[in-house]
């Protein structure tokens, strides 16, 4: 079956211009992650979904970055005046409930110049 | 030059022999742990988990050992192939559900034929 998709795969924008990032998760997966991982990383949480509601949001690091899940299954990322320190890749994960194995995407990798 | 942040630990191996990457974890309170595989471009891949009921698990040509007492975790993998050549990670829950995982810095494997 299909995986976790994300798009776009790459995203270049300028500083101060707003960027949403989108992810499909595994059909019939209720939960959903964001992770952002810079180069020479490991992935470092952000949020994460269980159904629409936001389960644990502990890991945004401002009120630049926002996300959102209104159906329970696509999700967007949304990053306001987006700063040069926000170039990284954006991971998607999902999983059956959070007890289960996340799968990953692909990625979005944003670069702000 | 090597760009900032890229200070990963490195293993180089030859094909068929076998790998040791290990990972320390700080939160003595984890009882889950898992191993991801992540090659170039592509999102992080479940490899094999752990619970802190049991000290191995082995899978197909994986076998992780977990020490609680030192707070130690390795992955062994048997009969090393090119195809192993990724960067893996070990990872623990972050928070008071398995959502928020909790990423380690990472070893390069390299496996040359």
């Known amino acids: 079956g299909a995986g976790v998709s994300q798009t776009p795969s790459n995203k270049v924008t300028e500083k101060g211009k707003y960027v949403e990032l989108r992810c499909d998760p595994i059909s019939g997966h209720t939960a959903l992650y964001w992770y952002r991982q810079s180069l020479g990383q490991g992935p470092e949480f952000l949020i994460y979904f269980q159904g629409t509601g936001a389960a644990d949001d502990s890991g945004l690091p401002n009120d630049r970055f926002f996300a959102v899940r209104p159906e329970g299954s696509v999700s967007t990322l949304k990053i306001q005046r987006t700063e040069r320190g926000d170039s990284a890749v954006y991971l998607c994960?999902?999983?059956?409930?959070?007890?289960?194995?996340?799968?990953f995407g692909p990625g979005t990798r944003l670069t702000v110049t | 030059g090597e760009s900032v942040g890229l200070h990963l630990p490195t293993l180089s191996v030859q094909e068929g022999d076998n790998s040791i990457i290990n990972c320390a974890y700080s939160n003595s309170a984890s009882d889950y742990f898992i191993w991801y595989k992540q090659e170039s471009g592509k999102g992080p891949q479940f490899i094999i988990d752990i619970r802190s009921n049991m000290d191995k698990r082995q899978g197909q040509r994986v076998t992780v050992l977990l020490n609680k007492t030192v707070k130690h975790l390795s992955l062994q993998i048997a009969a090393t192939q090119p195809g192993d050549s990724a960067v893996y990670f070990c990872a623990e829950p972050g928070g008071t559900s398995y959502g928020k995982l909790t990423f380690g810095q990472g070893t390069i494997l390299t496996v040359h034929p």
């Open positions: 994960a999902s999983s059956f409930t959070p007890d289960y194995e996340q799968y």
